[in-house]
């Protein structure tokens, strides 16, 4: 299998927990006869220091060329002077619409040997294996008309999808649960929402393609309690945009930190691979981070643009197996307890 992939390591801890990933994807290829070449390329703050533009050219074009990117993450205090559309943060949101990724892949896995790290109880976050598919480019936080009228005080947002935008995204969602559990939860308020009526109704049209999918749908209200309440018994969770950002936030709290969450953005032109967190500047530099997120990034990277499911469960077990035998970074020690390895030990820990 050959894997040509674009590194973004960006800002603060990035070019750390990249570091992480990339060396484990090198181990991977090693074992397992695999071609993978990575073409390193300025994104966020250093792009700005080095090139005077958060996202450069010779990055989109290394990007664009590339069959997987992956991102560590953009932001600088010393920019924080500057106005939104300069600073490090432009490039991550610029990135993203010239891949044009539009469902955004967010695992929610509880690692049971960081339960106490929960403020739910270990019996009901055991074993939880649940996959957000977010549609990424519709609804609320792209639809025209948009304004606050300062005079008038009104202010007014459009929530729009087009029966397309939904089909794209269901069928994701929909070949996903094919290849994990066969559960597709669809979540949406469509008792007050015509654009949730589309979305429950085209999923039901599509449903008869995917037989051995059993397709359920959820009030978002409720669902946000049945997360905390029975996480277990959900596969893949689909929904819109405005939804799925509070619901996989929420369900950040069955996993602990955001240390150990991955993404993937898959759909556009080439996916983007990314750890959910930023770029830490206070801890940047010190080897505190947790590679762990940015680790199971590159897991991503070889369940969804290597289809090598097999490597990509195997770097999973690896990160079980390192936590259940203790080692912890800062973020995951538990209160009260500090880390016992730097970032580039749990790295090497997780590579052996
Ligand atoms: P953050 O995610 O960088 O940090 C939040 C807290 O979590 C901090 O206390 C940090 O030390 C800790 N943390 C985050 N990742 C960690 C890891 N891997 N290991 C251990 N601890 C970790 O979010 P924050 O502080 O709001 O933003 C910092 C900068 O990052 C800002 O410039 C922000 O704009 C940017 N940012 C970038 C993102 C991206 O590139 N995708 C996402 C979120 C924020
Ligand atoms: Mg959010």
Not at 15 to 25: I, M, Q, R, Y
Request: hydrophobic share 40%; charged share 20%.
């Amino acid at each position: 299998m050959k894997l040509n992939i674009a590194v973004l390591a960006g800002d603060g801890i990035g070019p750390e927990v990249t570091a992480e990933a990339v060396k484990v994807l090198k181990t991977v290829a090693k074992h397992g006869g695999h071609e993978f070449t990575f073409t390193d390329a300025l994104i966020g703050g250093v792009a700005i220091t080095a090139e005077g533009t958060p996202l450069p050219q010779k990055t989109i074009d290394v990007a664009l060329a590339a069959d997987a990117v992956l991102l560590g993450a953009v932001g600088d205090n010393k920019f924080n002077a500057l106005t939104p559309d300069k600073r490090p943060e432009a490039g991550l949101l610029a990135i993203r619409q010239h891949l044009g990724g539009f469902a955004n892949l967010r695992p929610c896995t509880a690692f049971n040997a960081l339960s106490e790290n929960s403020p739910l109880r270990p019996e009901v976050t055991k074993n939880v294996d649940i996959l957000f598919v977010r549609e990424l480019l519709g609804g609320l936080y792209f639809g025209k008309p948009r304004a606050w009228n300062k005079e008038t005080g009104e202010a007014h947002n459009t929530m729009v999808y087009t029966k397309p935008e939904v089909e794209r995204c269901a069928h994701i969602g929909f070949q996903l649960a094919q290849k994990r559990r066969g559960k597709l939860t669809q979540v949406d308020k469509a008792n007050v929402l015509e654009c949730s009526q589309l979305w429950r109704a085209t999923v039901d049209e599509i449903a008869p393609q995917y037989p051995d999918v059993k397709v359920e749908h959820q009030l978002v209200d409720s669902m946000a309690i049945h997360l905390m309440n029975r996480p277990r018994d959900f596969d893949v969770v689909l929904t819109e945009n405005l939804f799925g950002d509070i619901l996989s936030d929420e369900s950040g709290v069955i996993t602990g930190s955001l240390g150990m969450l991955p993404s993937a953005t898959i759909g556009g032109k080439v996916n983007l691979y990314e750890p959910v967190h930023g770029s830490a500047p206070d801890i940047a530099g010190q080897g505190k981070a947790n590679p762990l997120g940015a680790i199971l990034t590159a897991a991503m990277v070889l369940r969804h643009s290597g289809n090598l499911e097999e490597e990509a469960l195997a770097i999973e077990k690896a990160v079980n197996e390192v936590l259940a035998a203790g080692h912890r970074t800062g973020d995951i020690a538990g209160q009260g307890k500090s880390a016992n390895v730097t970032t580039s030990e749990m790295g090497d820990l997780v590579n052996t």
